[in-house]
C-alpha cells in the first residue's frame, strides 16, 4: 500500500529588492579628516612660539665682556742700545756745527782775480758767438735729425712703375743704428726722400709696454760688494721700509682719465723699533696718483702714493710709495670693460663695407669702358680702407679699469719715514695756555 502525499507547507515569498539600492561596486574607504580644533591649536601654538622669540631677542641682554688678551707682550722688548742715547725730542737735538772758512793768505805775483777771470770769459764768449757759423749750425741740425730718423721705428712706401715698396728701419743696440731698406734706392737721410712715414702701430707700442719698464731701472751693476755703511736710527720714532699700511679708497677710480686718488688709513701704525708710539694713527689721509695709460690684457691700476695728512692737519711728503693688494701684488684689479660692444660693432660694419666694395667690383668679362671700371676700381679700394680704418681703430681702443670707492689696500712704505709721537695740535696748544 502507498501512503498518500502529504501536502508541503506555504513558505513565504521574499519581496523584491529595490533596484536603485543594488550596488556593483565594492564601498570606497572612509577619507580621514584633521580635526579642525587640532589645526587651530597647533597655529596658536607655533604663532605664540614665534612672536615670543620675536620679543626675547628685541630686547637688551647684559653679556659679560672678557678681558682681552694680548698676543705680544710689548712690557718686555729689547731695545737697542743705540737707541738710549738718541735725543728724546726735536728740541735736544744738537745744532750742527758750520764748517769753517779757511783764511786765504797774501796773493801771489801770479794770481788772477774776479774782475780779471770775469773780462776773460765775457771775452771768450763774445769771440764764440762773433764767429758762429750758421752753416755748421744747420749741418748739425741735419745731423741731429738724421740719427733720430735711423733710431725710429717706421715704415716707408716709395711707387716706381705702378709697384710699392715697404723700407723698414731697425736699430743696434751697439749705439750705431743700423738701417735696413728694402726698395728702389737706398736709403739716406742726408738727402731728401719722397717716401711718407706712417705712424707706429699701437698694438705694437702696446705689448712694448714702454712705459711699464720706466719703473725698473736697465742698468747692469757689475760690483760684488756694498759699498753703503750700515746707518744708524735717525730717530726712535721711524717707520722703517717695508712696513706695509693698510688703508681704503675713499673715491673710485677709472682709467679712461688721468686724476689722483685719496685713501683713508683704516689701522693704527707705531714706531718699527719698539712698537710702542702711535705715529701714523687711524683715520689720516693718504693722496696719490694713478696711471691711465693701459696697454691691452691689463687688469691692474698702478698708482702710488704721495702725501700723508694726519687728522690734527699736520701732513708729510711720500715719496711716491707704491700701492698694493691686501695679498702684496702691485697695483689693484676690480672692474674691466673691454668694450667689446664697440669692437664688434666696427668688425660687423667693416664686414658689410668689404661685402659692399665686392659687389660693386666690375665683371672682368663685361664691356663697360675704361672711365666706369676706374670708378668702380676707385669706390671699391675707398670703401675697403675706411671699413679696416674702423676695424683698427676699435681695435687700439684701451680697455677701462675701475676701482670702487671702499675698495681695500695697502700702501709699502719704500723709504724711511721719520715721525713724531702723535698728539692733536690743538690739544698741545690749549695745554700751554
Do not use: C
Amino acid at each position: 500500500m502507498s501512503t498518500p502525499a502529504t501536502p508541503q507547507a506555504d513558505t513565504p515569498v521574499p519581496p523584491k529588492v529595490d533596484p536603485d539600492s543594488m550596488t556593483l561596486r565594492a564601498p570606497p574607504r572612509p577619507v580621514v579628516r584633521l580635526n579642525r580644533r587640532m589645526l587651530a591649536l597647533g597655529a596658536g601654538t607655533l604663532a605664540a612660539a614665534v612672536l615670543g622669540g620675536t620679543l626675547w631677542s628685541l630686547q637688551t641682554h647684559k653679556r659679560e665682556r672678557n678681558p682681552a688678551t694680548e698676543l705680544y707682550n710689548v712690557d718686555r722688548v729689547s731695545r737697542a742700545e743705540s737707541l738710549d742715547q738718541l735725543p728724546k725730542d726735536y728740541s735736544k737735538i744738537p745744532v750742527p756745527v758750520k764748517p769753517t772758512i779757511p783764511v786765504l793768505g797774501e796773493p801771489l805775483p801770479g794770481d788772477l782775480g774776479p774782475a780779471i777771470l770775469s773780462a776773460e770769459r765775457q771775452r771768450q764768449a763774445n769771440v764764440s758767438a762773433a764767429y758762429n757759423d750758421p752753416a755748421h749750425a744747420d749741418r748739425l741740425t741735419r745731423l741731429r735729425d738724421a740719427e733720430e730718423a735711423a733710431r725710429s721705428t717706421v715704415f716707408f712706401r716709395s711707387s716706381g712703375n705702378g709697384a710699392k715698396s715697404a723700407a723698414t728701419v731697425t736699430t743696434a743696440s751697439a749705439g750705431s743704428p743700423s738701417v735696413s731698406v728694402s726698395g728702389n734706392q737706398p736709403f739716406n737721410p742726408m738727402t731728401p726722400t719722397s717716401a711718407t712715414a706712417q705712424a707706429v702701430d699701437p698694438t705694437a707700442a702696446q705689448n712694448r709696454q714702454e712705459q711699464k719698464a720706466a719703473f725698473v731701472a736697465n742698468a747692469s751693476d757689475t760690483a760684488t760688494r756694498n759699498l753703503a755703511s750700515l746707518q744708524m736710527p735717525a730717530s726712535p720714532y721711524q717707520v722703517m721700509a717695508g712696513t706695509v699700511i693698510p688703508a681704503a679708497l675713499v673715491t673710485g677710480i677709472n682709467s679712461d682719465l688721468p686724476g689722483q686718488v685719496i685713501a683713508n688709513v683704516t689701522e693704527a701704525v707705531y714706531d718699527t723699533a719698539t712698537g710702542r708710539y702711535l705715529l701714523i694713527p687711524q683715520g689720516s689721509r693718504l693722496i696719490g696718483r694713478y696711471d691711465s695709460q693701459v696697454s691691452f690684457g691689463q687688469r691692474r691700476v698702478l698708482l702710488v702714493w704721495t702725501r700723508l695728512i694726519l687728522p690734527d692737519t699736520s701732513s708729510i711728503a711720500l715719496d711716491r710709495l707704491p700701492g698694493i693688494d691686501p695679498a702684496g701684488y702691485a697695483g689693484l684689479e676690480d672692474g674691466v670693460d673691454w668694450h667689446w660692444d664697440r669692437i664688434l660693432a666696427g668688425a660687423a660694419l667693416s664686414t658689410l663695407l668689404g661685402v659692399g666694395a665686392e659687389l660693386a667690383a666690375p665683371d672682368r668679362g663685361g664691356s663697360d669702358g675704361k672711365v666706369i671700371v676706374a670708378i668702380r676700381q676707385g669706390a671699391q679700394d675707398t670703401v675697403n680702407q675706411v671699413g679696416q680704418e674702423i676695424t683698427k681703430r676699435n681695435m687700439s681702443i684701451q680697455p677701462t679699469l675701475t676701482i670702487r670707492p671702499g675698495f681695500p689696500m695697502r700702501v709699502m712704505v719704500s723709504k724711511d719715514l721719520v715721525l713724531r709721537p702723535y698728539q692733536p695740535l690743538f690739544f698741545v696748544r690749549g695745554s700751554s695756555q
